[in-house]
């Protein structure tokens, strides 16, 4: 029977990884991402330049290489049936599964989620290089939820979708702050909750001004 547990190899590499990260965003933090070199991270992180370049091609990917384990999970995520009524609330709680999921078991890259959210503020060709992964994760999702939908749905239809399950997500991520004493997932709660609110006070004035 093959083991589905990682090798001793396979968990040294993670912690090398881990390391050479951690040591990355302690320099970019202390003398910016552009003054720092891959030299300068080998050293702070105890490895090779060679051992650096073999886990992240370019200093860019030191500070986004970690998202791709998003885009894999846009990727593979298991769908229940969905209809034009029923996608948003059925994906919204998968998202939240997902997030209950990334609260409780994976503290370390929560904390690191803030650390890159800051330093892709502060960094023009971080936010580009970020923009251009979000193009390319929400593509996927688009595929996805073509895919489940049906032939039958309309790009306005997709594109709405995808902004109704963006919307609390990206609220709460861009409110998350180490100051505030809340998680990710309750921030997202939060704002699925106020989205609803906001929503029904904006029905009511639409239905009295009529």
């Known amino acids: 029977m093959t083991s589905t547990h990682p090798s001793l190899r396979?968990?040294?590499q993670v912690a090398t990884?881990?390391?050479i990260v951690a040591a990355a965003f302690d320099l970019f933090e202390?003398?910016?991402f552009g003054h720092t070199t891959i030299e300068e991270i080998s050293q702070a992180a105890g490895v090779s330049a060679r051992t650096v370049f073999r886990h992240f091609e370019t200093k860019h990917d030191l500070v986004l290489g970690w998202?791709?384990?998003l885009e894999a999970i846009v990727a593979e995520i298991p769908l229940?049936?969905?209809t034009l009524v029923s996608a948003?609330?059925?994906l919204e709680q998968v998202i939240e599964d997902l997030l209950v999921e990334y609260v409780q078991t994976d503290t370390e890259r929560a904390a690191m989620f803030l650390r890159f959210r800051r330093l892709v503020q502060d960094n023009p060709d971080l936010q580009a290089t970020n923009a251009v992964w979000?193009?390319?994760v929400t593509s996927l999702a688009r595929d996805r939820l073509r895919e489940h939908l049906g032939g039958n749905v309309s790009d306005l239809d997709i594109h709405l979708i995808l902004q109704l399950l963006a919307a609390p997500l990206v609220a709460a991520a861009e409110t998350w702050t180490p100051s505030l004493d809340?998680?990710?997932l309750t921030l997202y709660q939060a704002a699925k909750a106020r989205r609803s609110e906001l929503l029904g006070h904006s029905d009511v004035r639409d239905s009295t001004s009529r």
């Open 10 to 12: 396979e968990r040294q």
């Open 88 to 90: 948003v609330p059925l």
């Open 80 to 82: 229940p049936e969905l």
């Open 67 to 69: 998202l791709p384990r």
């Open 182 to 184: 809340s998680d990710l």
């Open 17 to 19: 990884k881990r390391e």
């Open 134 to 136: 979000r193009v390319r």
């Open 30 to 32: 202390k003398q910016g």
